[in-house]
Every structure is written in C-alpha cells, then in structure tokens.
C-alpha cells in the first residue's frame, strides 16, 4: 500500500481511502448546499506506522454538488489529520 508523511512521520495505508460518515463541523456539507455550490466532505482510511500502531488518515475536500468529480482525482498528497486509534 502507499506510504503517506505527515508531520514529518510515515506512514502506511493498509486499505484505500473512503468517503466518511461524519458531517463536518460547519455549515459546507453537502446536505447543507444546494445544486451548483461548493460543499466539503472527508475521506478517511486506516494506516500503520513503522512501529505497527495504528491510524486514521483523514482529508478535507472541496467539490461541487451536481458535478462531482471521481474521488481518485482529488489531492492526497494534502493531509489534514491522522488520529492515533
């Protein structure tokens, strides 16, 4: 799997990420805006780091509603959280 940094740490994606279920904090989701308006969602996936402890990567992304694009052409290199589990 693919290898991420964030923090100056690495770490190891064991599966490949997913829209997530949770809205976020502000008012952008895309149940909040209406046809044509930007709206925020997260993708999350699970990962490793070299000691084996394990992780949840999380993005924040922008799109537009009604002209989504595919989720693998957004930008993952652009971490916002990785949450120790």
């Known amino acids: 799997m693919e290898t ?3 923090n100056n740490q ?3 994606l064991t599966e490949m990420p ?8 502000y008012d952008k989701n895309y149940v909040d805006v209406e046809i044509g308006e ?3 969602f997260e993708m999350t996936a699970p990962a490793i780091d070299a000691a ?6 999380r993005w924040i992304f922008s799109d ?8 693998d052409e ?3 290199s652009q971490i916002d ?3 120790e589990l």
């Open 10 to 12: 690495s770490y190891t």
């Open 38 to 40: 930007e709206f925020d």
């Open 18 to 25: 997913v829209p997530s279920d949770r809205l976020l904090s």
């Open 4 to 6: 991420i940094t964030f």
């Open 74 to 76: 957004f930008d993952y």
């Open 81 to 83: 959280q990785v949450i």
């Open 52 to 57: 084996g402890k394990t992780y949840e990567v």
């Open 64 to 71: 537009i509603k009604g002209s989504e694009r595919a989720l």
